[in-house]
């Protein structure tokens, strides 16, 4: 029987080893290339998933394949990201990147010659969508729709994103939600980054009309800032401002109130012989003609005042959270904490009580917070045995922003009660706009 020699057994050994590990290689390149073709297939499908009408054409599929190759460059490519301060399930940036894709016959330059040059997934998404569809800057307020889920909005707003990209006016576009005149139109293009698409309308028509800056801002915070359908009207208010800048600003959004529940709010149903009759508007023919600063102030505080005595009568109302939780929170030690509290108020007689304190006209806020689109809470700095309401705040529910914050007589925040707003604002996921 012949003899192996030990040398020739450890050969043999290593030549199968080595056979086994080539075979191993080979496997494991097969695997990794059947996940990447995998994972290539997967990202275009979700893209493809938003899309908000299926197309399947082959230069839309196409286009879809060179954004995902782009996008997987970036954060834009993670499935569960979304737009910082949306709260909408549609504003993740894949919405977005189909809604890109489906205007592919807009681009002015191919996804694969766009470079990633910052790690913020906004920047990024903004940097992608301009460079696809813009020769020309676009206000950053107007990325906004690339995410709306709305469809017919969406493709009005896109549709205006890509004028002002190619330098055009928006004078002559479709589904403006007002008429614009050339000097509002140029403001409109420079409109702040900080604003929704409506508001950077009205902001390019108050610029236009030479609203100062405090004036804008108390304008954008009130009734006049999204009510295009009474464009008329509110044209005349803000004429009547800007023709008098002494105003106190802080009465713009009283003043607002006011002729706004003059003109358009109906008025309680009274029964006249034993019939139900609805009064309508008390001033349905309201006019800025000839009005002073003072007559209209002293007719505001007249207002406030029936309104408080109509309150007393009125049947109580009480309604649901909007869902924003409130604030609790201590700051110093010893007999210098201060305690700062915000509490929704969901009773109509908390909200005449909060006006009467503050005088104020919040009580007319009544059915806006009953029928969930509007939540009013209040701050109050609690000190020793002093509790002291500070704070009258507004929250537009849906968009989930600040949108008014006044004291006593409607002064303006503090910077240290806007600090207590900015950190209740960051823990309740809610976005102060600048102009509160």
Avoid at 70 to 94: F, I, V
Avoid at 397 to 424: C, F, H, S, Y
């Amino acid at each position: 029987m012949p003899v192996t020699h030990p040398k020739a057994q450890r050969v043999k050994r290593w030549e199968r080893k080595q056979k086994q590990g080539e075979r191993d290689r080979r496997l494991q390149k097969l695997l990794k290339e059947k996940k990447q073709a995998k994972k290539a297939e997967r990202g275009p499908a979700l893209i493809l998933k938003h899309a908000t009408k299926k197309l399947t054409n082959a230069r839309y599929l196409a286009a879809v394949d060179e954004l995902w190759d782009a996008a997987r460059r970036s954060k834009l490519a993670e499935p569960d990201r979304t737009r910082a301060g949306w709260p909408e399930a549609s504003a993740t940036y894949l919405f977005a990147l189909a809604q890109l894709a489906q205007r592919h016959e807009s681009w002015v330059r191919r996804p694969n010659t766009w470079d990633v040059r910052t790690h913020n997934a906004d920047r990024q998404f903004a940097s992608l969508a301009r460079h696809l569809l813009c020769d020309y800057a676009v206000p950053g307020c107007f990325e906004s729709a690339w995410f709306n889920p709305a469809k017919s909005a969406a493709r009005k707003e896109q549709s205006w994103y890509i004028r002002l990209g190619r330098g055009e006016s928006l004078r002559t576009a479709k589904g403006l939600p007002c008429e614009l005149t050339r000097k509002a139109a140029h403001f409109v293009a420079r409109a702040p980054d900080r604003l929704t698409i409506r508001q950077a309308f009205r902001w390019g028509q108050l610029r236009a009309m030479d609203a100062d800056p405090a004036l804008i801002d108390a304008l954008l915070a009130s009734a006049v800032g999204t009510d295009f359908k009474r464009d008329g009207f509110w044209l005349t208010v803000v004429r009547f401002f800007v023709n008098h800048p002494m105003l106190d600003r802080a009465q713009v959004g009283p003043i607002v109130d006011y002729l706004h529940h003059q003109r358009y709010t109906n008025q309680p149903a009274m029964l006249i012989d034993g019939r139900v009759v609805e009064p309508g508007p008390a001033q349905p023919n309201l006019s800025m003609r000839g009005r002073s600063p003072e007559a209209l102030l002293r007719q505001v505080r007249r207002w406030h005042g029936r309104l408080a005595r109509l309150n007393d009568h009125a049947t109580p109302r009480h309604w649901r959270s909007c869902g924003v939780p409130g604030l609790t929170r201590v700051e110093g030690d010893g007999p210098k904490a201060v305690l700062w509290g915000l509490q929704e108020l969901c009773d109509s007689r908390e909200l005449i009580a909060e006006g009467r304190r503050m005088r104020h006209c919040v009580a007319t806020y009544v059915s806006s917070c009953a029928r969930g689109f509007v939540g009013i809470y209040s701050m109050t700095r609690t000190q020793g045995s002093e509790i002291k309401p500070v704070l009258t705040v507004e929250v537009k529910v849906a968009e989930r922003q600040i949108v008014q914050a006044r004291g006593k007589d409607n002064v303006r925040a503090t910077p240290d009660q806007m600090r207590v707003l900015g950190i209740w604002a960051q823990e309740a996921g809610l976005k102060v706009m600048p102009y509160v």
